[in-house]
């Protein structure tokens, strides 16, 4: 809004900008690592819990995107994907080696 | 965003729902004519006989037309009239090509096996594919149309934790009171069908799910891709060409074959790999009006050299039966007429929605330049490609309609004069909204759209010796449909623009609707 330009600090406009980045980017890494974690704990056949887990990866992402505009900081944004995000990258690289052929 | 849940979510609902709205109105609409894509096909090919159906002989057509056009070609599909479309598509890859754009497509008439006389015409095809491709290159239109598909997924979720009392708020239409009553209509129609939307939009994610979300593809199956299609389809696994060639059986014989194994299936369409050579294969894919289910790639694969069964429909475990129910909830082909007419208000309803939201907010900010006369470039932005994004995309549909009809029968390229047509109509409706402003852009707008709507079915009956009359005579509804539609959205647009023309005499609520925008204002743009 050019007209309240002056009335929106640049910090603001910074913290919408990571909020963002956090939203479309870090929500979809941590969707794509659950659905790697889910396609190798859900108790079915490989075909079957890789559909599955493609499915409900989008709902991760959904509650990713609500949770990055619904906290209080920008940082708690970041943070809140990164933990699960880590949490998740370990158990996907444990669960990797475990299933090599 | 230190305001609470409520707040930060109307943010993101006004603010990802302005950002993506333009290009959601154009995927929603284009994906509503989509549900009557063969009634489209049907009526831009007018010159396309209605017949009784018969799969056997349609069959015997098609080979006929295979031996004399193309005798050498080694992949062909067949996709079979039905009573929705008595057109019968043949599409082979040209002897010597590969990949994307090797494929020659005909229309055959289903009796003679000639190639059928008709207007060259993308008719609803175009409509589909524009719905998920946007007119850009693959793969970027399905990336681009999967983000706003994702977009307007999480809008409508953040849509209802804003509007937490959704069911009181739902009975609450207060009709005449300007920015209330665009609020409260957009609520409505949000919360009436909302089940639909969140079907269609998440839906639309599952059906692209392998392209947009491949991780546990990629780590289940080590990399190996293929491997995941060949588990999830079995039937599509096609062995390689063999050294020896063999003469194929007629697909009649095939066909019977078929039918003795499936016993009650139609078949919508049919395959054929490495035609001529001794490991050639046949696919009949059952007619998918009869399940929710929509499986690409599920049907029955017979030898073709020697007529014995390969694969037959398996019996899907559940998680890929939802998967694919999805697929089939958001593309409806098992939808009877009723249904089918269901979900095209369904999508109107949902285009709407999003309309009314853009509307919203644009004139949720006019008010407060109201009084100053002088409108901030944003705003007019927004305007303008409220404009055309919305109206233009109003003549551009009927333009694509009417051009079918007025181009010369034989017209090199004719259908790319079609979809030139469409964009030519929405770039003048940009030029148009660059010069004229608020209401009486729109009133124009919308009265150009309602006359080239309003127009069709004249020119159609013209044009053809398919007018309304004569295709109603003669039982014809998809034809006599697409008229009637067309026409009705001009009386719809018509009445839109009475609408309009009255809303002065609604002036003094304005100032009630200000006072209470003015809060929302501040919160979204304060932190």
């Known amino acids: 809004m050019a007209s309240r330009t002056s009335g929106v600090p640049l910090a603001y406009r910074l913290a919408v900008t990571s909020r963002i980045l956090a939203a ?3 929500g979809y890494a941590v969707a794509a690592l659950s659905s790697i974690f889910i396609a190798w704990t859900l108790p079915m056949a490989r075909p079957e819990a890789v559909v599955s887990s493609m499915m409900l990866a989008f709902v991760v992402y959904l509650v990713a995107v609500l949770w990055c505009f619904s906290c209080r900081s920008a940082w708690r944004a970041w943070a809140g994907l990164l933990l699960p995000g880590l949490v998740l990258a370990i158990a996907d690289g444990v669960l990797y080696w475990v299933n090599q052929p | 965003m230190k305001e609470g849940l ?13 950002v993506f709205g333009w290009l ?13 894509q063969d009634e489209i096909n049907h009526w831009a090919h007018p010159e396309v006989p209605v017949r009784a159906l018969d799969a056997r002989a349609s069959l015997a057509s098609a080979q006929t037309f295979m031996q004399a056009q193309a005798a050498d070609s080694q992949r062909w599909f067949i996709s079979l009239p039905d009573h929705r479309n008595p057109e019968m598509g043949v599409m082979y890859q040209v002897p010597g090509k590969t990949g994307r754009g090797s494929f020659s497509r005909n229309l055959v008439d289903p009796q003679s096996g000639a190639k059928q006389e008709t207007r060259e015409s993308r008719g609803g095809e ?3 594919r524009f719905h998920f491709e946007l007119q850009m290159g693959y793969p970027w239109g399905r990336w681009l149309a999967s983000a706003a598909a994702f977009v307007m997924f999480f809008t409508l979720v953040s849509g209802i934790i804003t509007h937490k009392k959704i069911f009181k708020e739902f009975f609450t239409f207060r009709p005449g009171k300007a920015q ?6 957009h609520n409505a129609i949000g919360v009436l069908i909302l089940p639909f939307h969140l079907l269609i939009s998440y839906s639309s994610l599952v059906i692209f799910m392998s392209m947009i979300m491949p991780a546990s593809i990629l780590t289940s199956y080590h990399g190996k891709v293929t491997d995941f299609y060949a588990d999830v389809f079995p039937s599509a696994a096609v062995a390689s060409a063999a050294a020896t060639p063999a003469p194929m059986l007629p697909l009649t014989q095939l066909y019977d074959t078929a039918v003795q194994k499936l016993p009650g299936a139609g078949f919508s369409r049919v395959g054929v790999e490495h035609a001529g050579n001794s490991n050639a294969t046949v696919e009949f894919t059952p007619d998918d009006s009869g399940s929710i289910a929509y499986r690409a790639a599920d049907g029955l694969v017979l030898s073709a050299v020697t007529g014995e069964v390969l694969s037959r429909p398996q019996d899907t475990p559940v998680p890929i039966i939802i998967g694919a129910g999805f697929y089939g909830l958001h593309m409806a082909h098992f939808a009877g007429p009723v249904l089918r007419w269901l979900y095209f208000l369904g ?3 949902g285009t709407v929605l999003i309309g009314t939201g853009l509307v919203m907010w644009l004139n949720k900010r006019q008010l407060k330049h109201a009084k100053a006369g002088v409108m901030p470039f944003e705003l007019r932005l ?14 551009a549909i009927p333009s694509f309609l009417l051009t079918n009809r007025l181009l010369p029968m034989a017209m090199e390229g004719r259908s790319d004069w079609e979809v030139r047509m469409f964009f030519i109509a929405w770039g003048l409706s940009l030029l148009h909204a660059l010069c004229r402003r608020g209401k009486r852009a729109w009133v124009e707008q919308l ?7 309003g127009a069709l079915p004249f020119v159609s009956a013209l044009t053809t010796d398919h007018g309304l009359w004569q295709s109603i005579g003669s039982g014809d509804w998809a034809i006599a449909g697409v008229d009637l539609t067309a026409f009705a959205g001009a009386l719809f647009l018509g009445w839109t623009v009475r609408k309009l023309l009255k809303k002065k005499a609604a002036a003094p609520s304005r100032k009630a609707a200000t006072r209470e925008s003015v809060p929302v204002l501040e919160s979204e743009a304060s932190r």
């Open chain 1, 24 to 26: 479309a980017l870090g």
């Open chain 2, 6 to 18: 409520r707040q930060s979510m109307a943010w993101l609902h006004t603010w990802a729902g302005l």
């Open chain 2, 24 to 36: 959601l109105f154009a995927i929603w609409l284009t994906g509503t004519l989509a549900y009557f």
């Open chain 2, 126 to 128: 175009f409509f589909y």
């Open chain 2, 180 to 185: 209330r009553s665009w609020l409260d209509g």
């Open chain 2, 347 to 349: 999508g109107i309803g």
């Open chain 2, 382 to 395: 927004v305007e303008v490609l409220n404009l055309a994004s919305m109206a233009g995309l109003l003549w």
């Open chain 2, 447 to 453: 009265l150009v759209a309602a006359g080239l709507m």
